[in-house]
């Protein structure tokens, strides 16, 4: 029995001492991304994911870095998505009213729909369609990352999320610069154009960007409208997962099939019921949303760190063509229904 216990503790350290290189270099590449986006404006999603596509070096032919920077590309991005739970309460989003919840589950639909459409006119893959309309309909860079830890993997699986990242994180700093100004030449009221805002913009820091460079109103309601969208993570994974496990689609012979509920979703889920339900000390939310942010900092500077740059210049322009026409899909939809609603 001692020996046993003996046992435990050293593997566990020897399990961190494998980890900890890569580790390391993930947080550092995090940190500078976090310190270019304070002084210089840059996203820190973006600078990320740029840090590591420099660093792909360090795990190239297996070096001491590699498993952790694959530890953190999988299992630290996880907890990210995880823990951005700690954001949503259900309580806010009822304030809005039914109609621009229903805008924004229709817009996840009929994205999700056009983008299979289109992936399937450009010659592109169906996890690519799910992947970038995905990132496109929800939040982005980390819906991204969530919806390919759910995917089943092929040789592009790192090109393509890599890509998606920089896509939609490019696509949404122009929108935080275009859409306040199409939202005027619309003249659509505060509220309309908090919902165009943060219902159209992929990234949230993007969306507050956007919000509140228009007023504190229009900041607000786009938020709000934004968290909406992210809610919406938890139950796509879910069906995802679980379409997944119907048709085995894309899963070799003898491989595990997906749980039906990941781990990370349930997790989503639990504290945003907790959060809505008022259990969520505001001081605990807002460690949490630092450790979420900084988890998916790391997480996708090491997805960079795993990827090829001449992977992702080889890159079809169909796919380029493919998310920017999601990009322009969900706008001109949600557009329409603001219209109409308000």
Not at 157 to 180: D, K, Q
Request: glycine share 10%; charged share 10%; with cysteine.
């Amino acid at each position: 029995m001692t020996q046993e216990k003996t046992l435990k503790p050293s593997g566990l350290a020897q399990h961190f001492a494998t980890l900890w290189p890569g580790l390391l270099v993930c947080g550092l590449a995090a940190l500078a991304a976090q310190f270019l986006s304070d002084h210089y404006g840059a996203p820190a999603m973006l600078m990320a994911l740029l840090l590591g596509l420099a660093l792909h070096f360090l795990v190239q032919e297996e070096t001491s870095c590699a498993p952790g920077v694959s530890f953190a590309a999988r299992s630290i991005l996880r907890i990210g998505v995880a823990l951005l739970g700690a954001r949503i309460s259900f309580e806010v989003f009822a304030e809005l009213g039914l109609g621009v919840i229903g805008l924004m589950v229709a817009g996840l639909i009929v994205t999700v729909a056009f983008g299979f459409l289109a992936a399937r006119l450009l010659g592109r893959g169906w996890r690519l369609a799910i992947l970038t309309s995905g990132a496109v309909a929800i939040c982005g860079a980390s819906a991204a990352m969530a919806i390919a830890a759910v995917l089943p993997r092929n040789e592009f699986s790192e090109r393509n999320l890599s890509f998606t990242v920089f896509g939609v994180t490019l696509l949404s700093t122009i929108a935080m610069v275009v859409y306040p100004l199409v939202a005027q030449g619309f003249g659509l009221s505060d509220l309309a154009a908090g919902v165009f805002l943060g219902g159209t913009i992929h990234d949230v820091a993007q969306v507050v960007g956007a919000g509140f460079s228009v007023s504190e109103s229009v900041g607000e309601t786009s938020t709000t409208v934004k968290l909406i969208r992210v809610t919406l993570l938890a139950p796509f994974v879910l069906i995802l997962t679980l379409s997944l496990r119907a048709f085995d689609a894309g899963r070799t012979e003898g491989a595990k099939a997906p749980p039906i509920l990941p781990g990370f979703v349930a997790a989503f889920v639990v504290l945003a019921c907790a959060n809505s339900l008022g259990l969520v000390p505001s001081v605990l939310q807002e460690i949490l949303w630092a450790i979420s942010k900084w988890a998916m900092l790391t997480a996708i500077a090491a997805v960079g760190m795993k990827t090829e740059l001449r992977r992702i210049l080889k890159i079809p322009p169909q796919s380029v063509g493919l998310l920017c026409g999601e990009t322009l899909f969900i706008a001109i939809f949600v557009l329409a229904g603001v219209m109409w609603l308000i």
